[in-house]
């Protein structure tokens, strides 16, 4: 990472910290916002925000590795989720995840060399009576087809 | 692009799914003193709608009684059973009623702040929530004096989850909003005495929050008077799985799983899975069953299987579920949910001896005793449940092994 | 100790704080309870394992540890209470009403036996490769508990590569059952806060930030992690081959230091009650060993005490009459090299108010490969240090580039407790039969005052000793010269003594009240930092820090277990063994004048004292790369 980068990426950091308050119940807030910026939160952010919440960066690194929606190495711009419990195996996840993988070319749990999609699990998302479903970041997608799964795949950025 | 997602609610009954205009409710329980509040909320024998069934009124009680400098109001909002979709069409429909339960919930109790933590999975809500609690401040439904009352100050602030379904414990829960790992907490002490930060904190289900207004309106006798005698009230429950109409239904206590199958058109049904990954399967000699907390107590995930379905491989499915979403500090769960799931496993290549799967259920018993929260406790219900109803379909279908 | 609430832990695993009442004879003071059909009484809040154990119910545990707040996760401890549709686990259940409790129902112990299977079918490793062989709390559960095979099975591929990047520690998690207590102990007990719990679900294990080699992230080697594993998951680097290779190599002069902690806890590798000095038999056991000369680190203790002290009259010295504004004060302590990695890592900005005297073990490195080789005629290129210490952090600070002062590696090997205590069964030596026997000369004699420094406050008490005297010309006033304030295991310990009728050359500190503060576990040196930070220190001038808790008597390579209780039984025996000595004062050793006659000759930080006895230190700072 260059100095200029990380300048700015603390800076951020500080920000963050300075809205959420200097304190460790703004740790989930401030990860959960540097995440959905950059796609990851870097070992360098980690340790910035482990320094100004006075905690040790391993527990840091702990928090975000029990949550799935955190991650300390770097994911697509897009996170495409796709649940994989029961309702939605019953409704045919099976058959999306693999029309998912042979448009992509990758597997579950990678992302596309172009950094552009990463294709992960999810367990139940509340669509269960709508599926098989899947959340592309904060968006949901329901009644999901082959053929729908991929479109919709196109119109992201 | 936009979420393409509906309601689908299929079945609206008297409290939930009724008509209700915002700030009724609060003003009904800002008229009356605190006590008859909780008398209120006691006589209408509301139970909470989150799993657990315990009384609302006992535990706000417990932290209103408290002298503790701070106390707080969670709405659990993290919903992650699967088969479980009510909550969050209460929070897109009627967030009225959810905030209105809220800050019914902190004049009795005392709180000054309430918190929701929505699940991660559910951010698209994010934006109107937020809206709707900024129209609320405007109309004087929060902030300071509220409507008018002297020292009732009062808001709310919505905080994220970040994917675990553990958080939905509610001491998990606590302990994400303070940003640590969703990791239960060793009880006692309960939340209402060392909860959030380490005040006294009510946690309560959305839909335990949002049957409070109503009451408030018409009454604790009124709500007595839906449902049973020990299930009162009505009860919204998450449809999914083989029926034609899947979708939220609300229905009041003490309807029985046959009912359930007729309106919601379901056909050739083998099997029911009442309670989410947690909960058990009921088989259908056991159809005339009632939902309610003196029979089957459930949180309203209702998953429906017909004849063509496979109950090893949703028995798998869940065990699954459980390996990945364990918080994984106990023993019993951590390490027991991974053998039953081999023990499900080696049924399906046909490599188990019975001796072998009795000795799983009988793990399976000790974690429900032995394990640290409900997650554990519960997870081997199915398990157990699943293997004892089905065990003709599953052991002896193909002889003995599948292929 | 660590029983104070930490706002960095998450509250669950804080400690249930009941409000106890200060009278426990009072009404509602103690609560009639049941055990096993027994009533008995106990304090309002006592926890169900405390009331089984103060009526000799035992209840076995693994996650629980007396130095550490709760956890709760091992669920070993589980008991059933009536009225509860689920078993509670005893290590953390208040009791706050009359309940009752059964230990040994065939549910619990059902339970039980579950959960020492699931345990032993993710756990690879095996027993008799293991140092933890027959001190070990999971063997010794699969033994109370009868198991005879793998319920559930036994895994058969490690899942885990062996870290063994640190100089001091070596992780094995195929063997780690994830009680958390080194988590603890690094994050609560020792706030380095180098180990948490990683990914969830049954993926979750101990790692560090990023799962990186233990030597990449920020250890400071204080093994208090080991000496709190329940098994053989952490373990110290043991050099005992090597050492043996160099005994067995008829060409190297093998020479041995023991320091008093080891001497005064290696008895209990033999099985003897906590509290008892092996001093004597050890020397007799070393040299049967092999070793071609046992001397004593007191010797390097007093030598330390002249040079620290000497440094800190100069410092004294300089800030009053000379008024130089750059000379730091207070003084720290540097022989805990535990705590100078800390101070390197967190503190990085005031590795100016270290001393910079060695500790006596490369003081005694350096002395060895140069005066000692001078004296016996030996060439110190073959000369070999090794040095028995209580201490893990001696490892990595004997590998130290800069520690080789004598033109060689001044320690070659720095030895623990338990891995002498092996040497000496691997050479069939009972110790506690040995007969007793002197240091060799030239060190052979060394002052109470280098022994106590095996206890917290120990060196503060030796320094003031000869500090006092050195200024005042009398004793201190104390007692049997036991400088009292020192003593105990109180976290931080503050006290003062008056300089009065100084003698001529330190009249500069007539009537000054000499402040120090003795603090021990890194925990308690963040807030001696803080309180530094804040320049509440000003009027201190001499801090004792120690990174164990106890001080070096609880080092990380002290036999385990370890507790409070022990400590103190292992602090009794090092105070009495210094009443008992003729020779108290650093100052007073004859062999150390004798060096400065004949070596050192031109006194303490002099420019050769410097150049073998002192050291610098780095600026490390916090951030991993
Ligand atoms: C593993 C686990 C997950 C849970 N998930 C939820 C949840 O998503 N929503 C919820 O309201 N309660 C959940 N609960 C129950 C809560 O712990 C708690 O009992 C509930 O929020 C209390 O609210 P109530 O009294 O209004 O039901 C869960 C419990 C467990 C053990
Ligand atoms: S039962 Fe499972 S989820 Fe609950 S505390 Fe134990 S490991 Fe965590
Ligand atoms: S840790 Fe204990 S049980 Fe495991 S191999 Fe070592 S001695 Fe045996
Ligand atoms: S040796 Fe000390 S600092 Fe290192 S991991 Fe263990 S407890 Fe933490
Ligand atoms: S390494 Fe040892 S102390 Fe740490 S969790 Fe594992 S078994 Fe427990
Ligand atoms: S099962 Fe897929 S959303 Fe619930
Ligand atoms: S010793 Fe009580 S849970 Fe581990």
């Given at each position: 990472?260059?100095?200029?980068?990380?300048?700015?990426?603390s800076?951020?950091?500080?920000?963050?910290?300075?809205?959420?308050?200097?304190?460790?119940?703004?740790?989930?807030?401030?990860?959960?916002?540097?995440?959905?910026?950059?796609?990851?939160?870097?070992d360098?952010?980690?340790?910035?925000?482990?320094?100004?919440?006075?905690?040790?960066?391993?527990?840091?690194?702990?928090?975000?590795?029990?949550?799935s929606?955190?991650?300390?190495?770097?994911?697509?711009?897009?996170?495409?989720?796709?649940?994989?419990?029961?309702?939605?195996?019953?409704?045919?996840?099976?058959?999306?995840?693999?029309?998912?993988?042979?448009e992509?070319?990758?597997?579950?749990?990678?992302?596309?060399?172009?950094?552009?999609?990463?294709?992960?699990?999810?367990?139940?998302?509340?669509?269960?009576?709508?599926?098989?479903?899947?959340?592309?970041?904060?968006?949901?997608?329901?009644?999901?087809?082959?053929e729908?799964?991929?479109?919709?795949?196109k119109?992201?950025? | 692009?936009?979420?393409?997602?509906?309601?689908?609610?299929?079945?609206?009954?008297?409290?939930?799914?009724?008509?209700?205009?915002?700030?009724?409710?609060?003003?009904?329980?800002?008229?009356?003193?605190?006590?008859?509040?909780?008398?209120?909320?006691?006589?209408s024998?509301?139970?909470g709608?989150?799993?657990?069934?315990?009384?609302?009124?006992?535990?706000?009680?417990?932290?209103?009684?408290?002298?503790?400098s701070?106390?707080?109001?969670?709405?659990?909002?993290?919903?992650?059973?699967?088969?479980?979709?009510?909550?969050?069409?209460?929070?897109?429909?009627?967030?009225?009623?959810?905030?209105?339960?809220?800050?019914?919930?902190?004049?009795?109790?005392?709180?000054?702040?309430?918190?929701?933590?929505?699940r991660?999975?559910?951010?698209?809500?994010?934006?109107?929530?937020?809206?709707?609690?900024?129209?609320?401040?405007?109309?004087?439904?929060?902030?300071?004096?509220?409507?008018?009352?002297?020292?009732?100050?009062?808001d709310?602030?919505?905080?994220?989850?970040?994917?675990?379904?553990?958080?939905?414990e509610?001491?998990?829960?606590?302990?994400?909003?303070?940003?640590?790992?969703?990791?239960p907490?060793?009880?006692?002490?309960?939340?209402?005495?060392?909860?959030?930060?380490?005040?006294?904190?009510?946690?309560?289900?959305?839909?335990?929050?949002a049957?409070?207004?109503?009451?408030?309106?018409?009454?604790?006798?009124w709500?007595?008077?839906?449902?049973?005698?020990?299930?009162?009230?009505?009860?919204?429950?998450s449809?999914?799985?083989?029926?034609?109409?899947?979708?939220?239904?609300?229905?009041?206590?003490?309807?029985?799983?046959?009912?359930?199958?007729?309106?919601?058109?379901?056909?050739?049904?083998?099997?029911?899975?009442?309670?989410?990954?947690?909960?058990?399967?009921?088989?259908?000699?056991?159809?005339?069953?009632?939902?309610?907390?003196?029979?089957?107590?459930?949180?309203?995930?209702?998953?429906?299987?017909?004849?063509?379905?496979?109950?090893?491989?949703?028995l798998?499915?869940?065990?699954?579920?459980?390996?990945?979403?364990?918080?994984?500090?106990?023993?019993?769960?951590?390490?027991?949910?991974?053998?039953?799931?081999?023990?499900?496993?080696?049924?399906?290549?046909?490599?188990?001896?019975?001796s072998?799967?009795?000795?799983?259920?009988?793990?399976?018993?000790?974690?429900?005793v032995?394990?640290?929260?409900?997650?554990?406790?519960?997870?081997?219900?199915?398990?157990?449940?699943?293997l004892?109803?089905?065990?003709?379909?599953?052991?002896?279908?193909?002889?003995?092994?599948?292929? | 100790?660590?029983?104070?609430?930490?706002?960095?832990?998450?509250?669950?695993?804080?400690?249930?704080?009941?409000?106890?009442?200060?009278?426990?004879?009072?009404?509602?003071?103690?609560?009639?309870i049941?055990?096993?059909?027994?009533?008995?009484?106990?304090?309002?809040?006592?926890?169900?394992?405390?009331?089984?154990?103060?009526?000799?119910?035992?209840?076995?545990?693994?996650?629980?540890?007396?130095?550490?707040?709760?956890?709760?996760?091992?669920?070993?401890?589980?008991?059933?209470?009536?009225?509860?549709?689920?078993?509670?686990?005893?290590?953390?259940?208040?009791?706050?009403?009359?309940?009752?409790?059964?230990?040994?129902?065939?549910?619990?112990?059902?339970?039980?036996?579950?959960?020492?299977?699931?345990?032993?079918?993710?756990?690879?490793?095996?027993?008799y490769?293991?140092?933890?062989?027959?001190?070990?709390?999971?063997?010794?559960?699969?033994?109370?508990?009868?198991?005879?095979?793998?319920?559930?099975?036994?895994?058969?591929?490690?899942?885990?590569?062996?870290?063994?990047?640190s100089?001091?520690?070596?992780?094995?998690?195929?063997?780690?059952?994830?009680?958390?207590?080194?988590?603890?102990?690094?994050?609560?007990?020792?706030?380095?806060?180098?180990?948490?719990?990683?990914?969830?679900?049954?993926?979750?294990?101990?790692?560090?930030?990023?799962?990186?080699?233990?030597?990449?992230?920020?250890?400071?080697?204080c093994?208090?992690?080991?000496?709190?594993?329940?098994?053989?998951?952490?373990?110290?680097?043991?050099?005992?081959?090597?050492?043996w290779?160099?005994?067995?190599?008829?060409?190297?002069?093998?020479?041995?230091?023991?320091?008093?902690?080891?001497?005064?806890?290696?008895?209990?590798?033999?099985?003897?009650?906590?509290?008892?000095?092996?001093?004597?038999?050890?020397?007799?056991?070393?040299?049967?060993?092999?070793?071609?000369?046992v001397?004593?680190?007191?010797?390097?203790?007093d030598l330390?005490?002249?040079?620290?002290?000497?440094?800190?009259?100069?410092?004294?010295?300089?800030?009053?009459?000379?008024?130089?504004?750059?000379?730091?004060?207070?003084q720290?302590?540097?022989?805990?090299?535990?705590?100078i990695?800390?101070?390197?890592?967190?503190?990085?900005e005031?590795?100016?108010?270290l001393?910079?005297?060695?500790?006596?073990?490369?003081?005694?490195?350096?002395?060895?490969?140069?005066?000692y080789?001078?004296?016996?005629?030996?060439?110190?290129?073959?000369?070999?240090?090794?040095?028995?210490?209580?201490?893990?952090?001696?490892?990595?600070?004997?590998?130290?580039?800069?520690?080789?002062?004598?033109?060689?590696?001044?320690?070659?090997?720095?030895?623990?407790?338990?891995?002498?205590?092996?040497?000496?069964?691997?050479?069939?030596?009972?110790?506690?039969?040995?007969?007793?026997?002197?240091?060799?000369?030239?060190?052979?004699?060394?002052s109470?005052?280098?022994?106590?420094?095996?206890?917290?406050?120990?060196?503060m008490?030796?320094?003031?000793?000869t500090?006092?005297?050195?200024?005042?010309?009398?004793?201190?006033?104390?007692?049997?010269?036991?400088?009292?304030?020192?003593?105990?295991?109180?976290?931080?310990?503050?006290?003062?003594?008056?300089?009065?009728?100084?003698?001529?050359?330190?009249?500069?500190?007539?009537?000054?009240?000499?402040?120090?503060?003795?603090?021990?576990?890194?925990?308690?040196?963040?807030?001696?930092?803080?309180?530094?930070?804040?320049?509440?220190?000003?009027?201190?001038?001499?801090?004792?820090?120690?990174?164990?808790?106890?001080?070096?008597?609880?080092?990380?390579?002290?036999?385990?277990?370890?507790?409070?209780?022990?400590?103190?039984?292992r602090?009794?025996?090092?105070?009495?063994?210094?009443?008992?000595?003729?020779?108290?004062?650093?100052?007073?050793?004859?062999?150390?004048?004798?060096?400065?006659?004949?070596?050192?000759?031109?006194?303490?930080?002099?420019?050769?004292?410097?150049?073998?006895?002192?050291?610098?230190?780095?600026?490390?700072?916090?951030?991993?790369?």
């Amino acid at each position: 990472m260059l100095v200029y980068e990380k300048n700015a990426l603390s800076e951020e950091i500080e920000l963050l910290v300075e809205k959420y308050g200097v304190d460790r119940s703004s740790l989930l807030q401030i990860l959960q916002d540097v995440q959905r910026k950059h796609n990851h939160i870097s070992d360098f952010a980690q340790q910035e925000i482990a320094r100004l919440l006075s905690i040790h960066p391993v527990e840091v690194n702990s928090v975000i590795s029990f949550y799935s929606f955190l991650h300390s190495q770097p994911q697509g711009r897009n996170s495409i989720k796709l649940c994989q419990t029961i309702s939605c195996d019953m409704a045919g996840k099976q058959k999306i995840e693999d029309a998912l993988t042979r448009e992509l070319g990758i597997s579950f749990g990678e992302t596309t060399k172009d950094k552009k999609y990463t294709l992960e699990h999810t367990n139940c998302m509340g669509m269960c009576d709508q599926g098989p479903a899947m959340l592309i970041n904060d968006k949901v997608f329901t009644r999901l087809d082959p053929e729908k799964a991929v479109n919709i795949l196109k119109e992201v950025e | 692009m936009e979420n393409n997602l509906d309601n689908n609610k299929k079945r609206t009954g008297p409290v939930l799914f009724s008509k209700y205009t915002r700030g009724e409710g609060i003003k009904k329980a800002l008229a009356m003193p605190r006590e008859d509040v909780l008398f209120e909320l006691k006589s209408s024998g509301l139970k909470g709608r989150g799993g657990a069934g315990f009384p609302t009124s006992t535990k706000w009680m417990l932290v209103a009684a408290s002298t503790a400098s701070k106390k707080f109001i969670v709405c659990n909002a993290d919903e992650g059973e699967p088969g479980t979709f009510k909550d969050r069409v209460l929070l897109m429909e009627y967030p009225e009623l959810v905030f209105d339960g809220m800050v019914i919930a902190g004049y009795t109790i005392g709180a000054k702040t309430g918190i929701v933590y929505l699940r991660g999975e559910y951010e698209y809500l994010l934006l109107q929530l937020e809206e709707y609690l900024m129209k609320m401040r405007d109309d004087n439904l929060l902030g300071k004096n509220i409507l008018s009352k002297e020292g009732f100050d009062f808001d709310i602030s919505i905080r994220l989850g970040s994917g675990a379904y553990v958080c939905g414990e509610e001491t998990a829960l606590i302990e994400s909003l303070e940003g640590h790992r969703g990791e239960p907490r060793n009880r006692p002490p309960y939340p209402v005495n060392t909860g959030y930060l380490g005040f006294p904190t009510v946690v309560n289900n959305v839909e335990t929050l949002a049957s409070v207004p109503h009451i408030m309106q018409k009454g604790g006798d009124w709500f007595r008077l839906i449902g049973t005698d020990k299930s009162t009230g009505s009860k919204l429950l998450s449809i999914s799985g083989d029926c034609e109409k899947p979708g939220v239904y609300e229905i009041p206590w003490g309807t029985t799983i046959t009912e359930l199958l007729q309106f919601v058109g379901a056909q050739n049904t083998k099997a029911v899975q009442v309670g989410g990954a947690s909960g058990i399967c009921i088989p259908k000699r056991n159809f005339d069953r009632h939902l309610a907390y003196e029979d089957i107590a459930t949180g309203g995930s209702i998953i429906i299987f017909n004849e063509s379905r496979d109950m090893l491989h949703v028995l798998q499915n869940f065990m699954e579920f459980f390996v990945e979403e364990s918080c994984g500090q106990c023993t019993p769960c951590r390490i027991g949910n991974t053998k039953l799931l081999e023990g499900v496993k080696m049924i399906r290549s046909g490599e188990f001896t019975f001796s072998y799967i009795n000795a799983l259920k009988d793990l399976g018993k000790s974690m429900q005793v032995a394990s640290k929260c409900g997650l554990g406790q519960s997870s081997p219900n199915a398990f157990i449940s699943i293997l004892e109803n089905f065990k003709d379909e599953i052991f002896f279908h193909n002889g003995y092994g599948r292929k | 100790m660590a029983k104070e609430n930490n706002p960095r832990i998450p509250v669950s695993q804080q400690p249930f704080q009941v409000q106890k009442p200060e009278d426990t004879t009072a009404i509602g003071g103690t609560i009639s309870i049941e055990v096993n059909e027994k009533k008995v009484s106990v304090p309002f809040g006592t926890t169900i394992l405390e009331a089984c154990k103060e009526n000799q119910i035992h209840v076995p545990t693994l996650c629980h540890h007396p130095d550490l707040c709760v956890a709760g996760v091992c669920r070993i401890c589980v008991v059933e209470v009536d009225g509860m549709r689920t078993l509670q686990t005893a290590c953390t259940f208040p009791i706050t009403s009359p309940i009752k409790i059964h230990t040994s129902t065939p549910m619990v112990r059902k339970a039980r036996r579950h959960i020492i299977d699931l345990l032993l079918s993710e756990h690879y490793g095996e027993c008799y490769s293991c140092f933890r062989n027959e001190n070990c709390e999971l063997q010794t559960l699969a033994k109370e508990y009868g198991v005879d095979s793998y319920t559930f099975g036994h895994i058969t591929t490690p899942k885990f590569d062996v870290d063994r990047s640190s100089a001091s520690v070596v992780r094995d998690m195929n063997k780690c059952i994830l009680c958390k207590r080194c988590v603890r102990t690094c994050i609560d007990l020792q706030e380095v806060g180098c180990l948490e719990a990683l990914d969830r679900g049954h993926e979750t294990h101990v790692g560090t930030f990023l799962d990186k080699p233990l030597a990449e992230v920020i250890c400071i080697n204080c093994g208090q992690c080991i000496n709190r594993c329940p098994t053989g998951a952490l373990r110290a680097n043991d050099p005992s081959d090597q050492i043996w290779n160099a005994i067995d190599d008829p060409k190297k002069h093998v020479v041995i230091q023991t320091a008093p902690s080891p001497r005064a806890a290696i008895g209990e590798e033999f099985g003897i009650e906590p509290g008892h000095s092996f001093t004597g038999e050890l020397n007799s056991a070393l040299k049967r060993i092999g070793f071609d000369k046992v001397f004593d680190t007191n010797y390097t203790a007093d030598l330390t005490i002249i040079e620290e002290g000497t440094e800190l009259l100069n410092r004294l010295k300089k800030a009053l009459v000379d008024k130089d504004e750059s000379v730091k004060i207070p003084q720290f302590t540097s022989c805990s090299p535990g705590w100078i990695k800390f101070i390197e890592h967190f503190y990085p900005e005031y590795l100016d108010y270290l001393s910079t005297a060695k500790s006596p073990q490369q003081m005694f490195g350096a002395i060895t490969k140069t005066f000692y080789a001078q004296e016996a005629k030996i060439n110190p290129a073959d000369i070999v240090t090794v040095a028995l210490m209580p201490c893990s952090a001696k490892k990595f600070e004997c590998n130290r580039p800069e520690m080789d002062s004598s033109g060689f590696k001044d320690v070659d090997y720095g030895l623990t407790t338990r891995e002498m205590a092996k040497m000496i069964k691997e050479a069939g030596i009972f110790l506690p039969e040995m007969p007793k026997s002197h240091f060799d000369d030239p060190f052979g004699d060394a002052s109470g005052a280098g022994l106590i420094f095996g206890a917290t406050g120990g060196v503060m008490e030796a320094a003031l000793r000869t500090v006092y005297e050195l200024v005042t010309g009398r004793e201190v006033p104390f007692k049997n010269l036991n400088i009292t304030p020192c003593r105990g295991f109180e976290g931080i310990k503050q006290a003062s003594v008056k300089l009065e009728n100084c003698v001529d050359a330190y009249k500069f500190l007539e009537g000054v009240e000499v402040k120090f503060i003795v603090a021990h576990g890194t925990a308690n040196a963040t807030k001696v930092m803080e309180m530094l930070k804040k320049g509440e220190l000003n009027d201190v001038h001499f801090v004792e820090i120690m990174a164990c808790p106890g001080g070096c008597l609880g080092g990380g390579g002290q036999p385990i277990p370890t507790s409070e209780e022990i400590r103190t039984k292992r602090a009794q025996a090092i105070y009495a063994e210094d009443e008992s000595l003729e020779l108290r004062k650093s100052h007073e050793n004859p062999h150390v004048k004798l060096l400065y006659e004949k070596f050192l000759t031109e006194g303490p930080c002099s420019e050769k004292s410097h150049h073998l006895l002192h050291t610098h230190y780095t600026k490390r700072g916090k951030f991993i790369s």
